[in-house]
């Protein structure tokens, strides 16, 4: 159980980077591309994240921990800051204020998009977005991970072995009849399911899920949830999503947040019954 | 899904076909020239030969330009500035060669140089002197200034309409510089007067011939170099900019090095254009960096159909052709219809003469298409 | 009533006696001797008569002839074959003789100069005090004592301040150059004439630098120089400034429209250098339904552009434009083809040559501030009127119910259409009213420059810049863009030459961009991220 906001101050100081890393604090360090040192207790460090846009605070003071191999979900009314979380783990927008460490050495508020990317972050969006002139098996392809310099790109033959690779994924997500379609002209779910292959053939430590269900028949659902749940283990695994009863079936450690910042975290029966978690979706259907 | 290399390039079919046609046409065209007399019906005059080196130097520029707008989504308004550097830099080697046969017959200085009063040659003219340097100045100056801008460009994210507005810009202030005699490149009238390539006389039929071969030996090898490229990984992951540039880069591209790259050899190939074209037509100015040649170059390639390399091949030389008509038979309208070709490709044929071409084969063969055509291409989806 | 007719025949009498004075001298300019005609001359300008600026004015323009059968001295015109003569003081008809028969009064230059001041000490007198210091400004560093003398005379009675300065000066220059003056009576007149920018002023500070012996005097002088130079260097920064300002108006008018249908719209109109030479052409047309009318003619030639720059904008919005939306690539390639398409129209209709298009005699001139700083009337205008037509157009985004929906729809195109507006009137309108700026550009441009069927595309590429690198969407930046790109080109333009100062700008838009992709002031909002 990770849950630093519930311990003492004084046990939870220990946890937090600056702290313990003090050194590291103090003047630039150099920031190694690509190398991620996952020693440490968790994969993720995101602490006193602000983000404002024109005064607006989509995240407010935000501060979470994410360990190896988790699989967390992450709920919350529209405007929480869902959205605008993952952007910054993933380099898209820049924190007003706060550090976000990927592993012990990785200060993601200064790498870019790729660099995340290639460190190991992958993401699905929420809107499916492949590359809809590329075959099934293209988008695949693209996002497989090795070498993605334009050389290597232009010169490097594809293996045998990657291509099984890529197969046994397509085959994961049900789509390797669909192998040589254009992704555009797949079904709304299909996509959903590309694009968590194409997230898969990155090989992240870390994964996250802008909302995997939307369009999805109820069996497409069933396999979303078995699928991240046993990604969660070798990889961690972040959801955010809207629907509750899926998430019930898959979570162990739900976060909520609103208003930018973590209102509670911990089982999802506790969070559930939280007072104040009730409060904010009070008006919300919670269940939906 | 394949991944071409070399190889492969050269033996598809549409590679067979295109270099089949354009060597059966250049062939034919250079025996008519070069063996049938004079007075006969069937001879081809020299200024048929020379007409049509000059198309398949265009149609080699409008591949450079497909290469980027049509594979890499990038739509540049300074091509012409890369065709006319590789003209220039071809066009100093030329100068170099007219040696004491100019007007005031100077053997170390061309003639503006001693108009203007100078007294020696510029250091940037020194490697004008050999053929193999000059060979390298033609890839080197459009290569290495679509490197230094693409690299400031793609770094820094401008793309877009911004990108085509300061393309533009280049080669607008090009022109301008090109303009001025300080420059040393013979402002406004240019480098002409070309006597000789390689100590062949210019003015000959066989020396024309072989340009012209010349001419459609480059293209042939800049279409299977694209071809190869376009089938690549590499094409696949340039397209994957074009469609989504910021999805690309979370799947750990680094999106700039790909349009750099792509960028800067289409300007290597556009340079190697104008080099070609330029001992064809016997002058070089600074007219043409004129932004007005880039971006009918641009309606070259929309008119064929993007991204199909050949398509750009054909719009060049149908365009052209349609010009050389146009301005012979009623030299006012010919802007009406350039204009007017400009509207038309936009608003009807975005896919240009190719895509009407396969939209046709594929009603007559009346099988439904495979995939529905995806919305339009100018807006990818993007990540939210 | 008698007393009138006495003072009536005084006056007569008086001209009368006058007149005789006046043959006589007229009679003088006959003479071969320069310094007989001096004479006459300043006899001439000295008897006051209405008649004598014509004799003059004939004398300069070699309308002032002998009539050889009759030895006399007449006005004389070039008329079919010979000259059609009038007498110089009555004006009454004398008749016509063959070309060899009268030849032209000769003068040189000292008689030349000599009626230049004769009529500046005329002048001196004049009620309007503009027209007094431009008399005293030219007599500076005169030392004719005839024309000094006039000086001190107007001096005594002058009241405005500013024309008594420039007889001070021109007193004080006489007294520098005079070698008998004292030395401190120099060095007081060095000390008045230290601020003055008159080019006499230099010159005899120059001469009394290298000409003294008293060290004090050299000090002075020397003193004085270095303060001349530094305000005239002043005056010439505002000079630059005037022309950068000027220039800027001009980038301001022709990028405004633009930044609307750009910015606003974001449709890349490449046709738009077109809609301001559509403009100009207006104005040429106007001029020529109205040729009597070239003071007012702008007055309607500024809405008539307006209307037909719209007109082809809304009739470019509703046949090409409105296929394009969200596609602004194609949007740039099309209206490039309508740009050729207005281009070769035009040039067809009105041929290629240039047009000339009349200035009215009002933006003619200009406001001299002093020798070396003066405000031409027709960029001084044109600086207000460019702000002027920005004003208005933010007055019309803000209070009208078309800016209302405009605005709207630029922000958000999608809720603009669920709050019911019309998108495909507001398009229609909006592109209009950016085109027909674009036309009012066009008549102010016609002012400044040549009508031609180029004129727009001389204007587009820096218009783009203008816009880009205000930031797109922001009214005020392209304010400040034009302004900042005119003043910059203007003060790189003395070091590198034009064309370069424009090279150097461009590289440094090109650069700009590349770090500011969004300009100066970029557009905020998740709208302007996609």
Known sequence: MSRPDSLPNAVRDTFRRDQVFSPLRSGVRPVQPGELDARGKYILYMEEITVSFDGFKALNDLTLYIEPGELRCIIGPNGAGKSTMMDVITGKTRPDHGTCYFGQTLDLTRLSETDIATAGIGRKFQKPTVFPEHTALENLELAMAGPKGPWQALLAPITGEQRDWMASTLDTVGLLAERDRPAGALSHGQKQWLEIAMVLMQKPRLLLVDEPIAGMTRQEVERTGELLQSLAGEHSVMVVEHDMEFIRSIANTVTVLHQGSVLAEGRMQDVQNDAKVIEVYLGENVES | MRHSDLKTALTDRAAKVFIGVLFSAVILVALLNLLVPVDSALHVSSYTVTLLGKYLCYALLALALDLVWGFGGILSLGHGAFFALGGYAMGMYLMRQIGDRGVYGNPNLPDFMVFLNWKELPWYWQASDHFGLTLLLVGLAP??????????????????????????????????????????????????????????????????????????????????????????????????????????????????????????????????????????????????????????????????????????????????????????????????????????VTVFLPQGLVGLASDLLKRKRRTPPTAPQTTNKESPHEPA | MPRVLILLLVLIGASGLARADLHEAVAGLGSRSFDDKAQAIEQIARSGDPQATVILDALESRELVEDRANQRIVLGEKGGDGWVLKDPISGEALGTVGSRDARPVVINNRLRELIHNLRAVAALASANPLERRAAASQLVGNDDPVVLDALRERQREEDNPLVSGVIDTALNIAVLRNPDTELAVRLNAIDA??????????????????????????????????????????????????????????????????????????????????????????????????????????????????????????????????????????????????????????????????????????????????????????????????????????????????????????????????????????????????????????????????????????????????????????????????????????????????????????????????????????????????
């Open chain 3, 193 to 530: 004439v230290a601020g003055s920018l008159e080019p006499a002023v230099r010159n005899v500070l120059r001469d009394r630098f290298s000409e003294t012996d008293a060290s004090s005097e050299k000090r002075a002088a020397q003193k004085a120089l270095a303060s001349i130079d530094a305000r005239a260097e002043r005056y010439q920064m505002a000079d630059t400034l005037f022309f950068g300002l000027s220039l800027g108006s001009v980038l301001l008018l022709a990028a405004i429209g633009l930044a609307i249908t750009f910015g606003v719209m974001g449709v890349i109109n490449m046709a738009h250098g077109e809609l301001i030479m559509l403009g100009a052409y207006t104005t040429y047309m106007v001029q020529q339904i109205f040729p009597q009318g070239h003071e007012w003619s702008l007055l309607v030639a500024v809405p008539a552009a307006f209307l037909v720059s719209g007109f082809a904008g809304v009739l470019i919005e509703r046949l090409v434009i409105r296929f394009l939306y969200g596609r602004p690539l194609e949007t740039l390639l099309a209206t490039f083809g309508v740009s050729l398409i207005l281009q070769q129209a035009v040039r067809l209709i009105f041929s290629p040559l240039n047009r000339t298009v009349v200035t009215p005699e009002w933006m003619s001139g200009a406001l001299q501030i002093n020798p070396v700083f003066s405000l031409t009337f027709n960029r001084l205008y044109i600086v207000f009127f460019a702000l002027a037509v920005f004003l208005l157009l933010q007055l019309v985004l803000k209070k009208t119910r078309l800016g209302l929906q405009v605005r709207a729809v630029s922000q958000n195109r999608n809720t603009a259409r669920g709050l019911g507006i019309r998108r495909e009137r507001v398009n229609a309108l909006t592109f209009g009213l950016g085109s027909g700026i674009a036309g009012i550009a066009g008549v102010a441009l016609a002012q400044l420059t040549n009508v031609g069927p180029n004129l727009g595309q001389a204007y587009i590429i820096d218009s783009f810049m203008v816009v880009v690198f205000g930031g797109v969407g922001n009214l005020w930046g392209t304010l400040t863009a034009a302004f900042g790109l005119g003043i910059a080109n203007k003060l790189i333009e003395p070091m590198a030459g034009a064309v370069l100062a424009k090279i150097v700008i461009l590289v440094f838009i090109i650069l700009f961009i590349q770090r500011k992709p969004r300009g100066l002031f970029p557009q905020r909002g998740r709208a302007a991220e996609e």
């Open chain 2, 143 to 344: 290569g290495l200034l679509a490197f230094v801008f693409g690299w400031l460009a793609f770094r820094s994210r401008v793309t877009g309409v911004y990108l085509s507005i300061i393309t533009q810009a280049l080669t607008y202030a090009l022109m301008l510089a090109f303009f001025r005699n300080e420059f040393g490149f013979g402002g406004n009238n240019g480098l002409t007067d070309f006597k000789d390539i390689l100590g062949f006389s210019l003015q000959a039929d066989s020396t024309r011939v072989a340009l012209l071969i010349a001419t459609a030996l480059a293209l042939a090898g800049a279409f299977v170099l694209c071809r190869w490229i376009t089938g690549s990984r590499l094409g696949r992951v340039t397209l994957a900019v074009r469609d989504g540039e910021s999805r690309a880069r979370f799947l750990g591209y680094r999106t700039e090095h790909y349009k750099l790259w792509i960028f800067t050899l289409s300007a290597v190939l556009a340079g190697i254009a104008g080099a070609l074209y330029v001992p064809q037509v016997g002058i070089i100015n600074p007219g043409e960096f004129s932004p007005l040649n880039s971006i009918e170059l641009v309606v070259w390639v929309a008119v064929g159909g993007r991204a199909t390399l050949y398509g750009a091949v054909i719009g060049a030389i149908l365009v052209n052709y349609g010009k050389t008509v146009f301005t012979g038979v009623m030299p006012e309208a010919w802007l009406f219809a350039l204009g007017g070709l400009f509207v038309a």
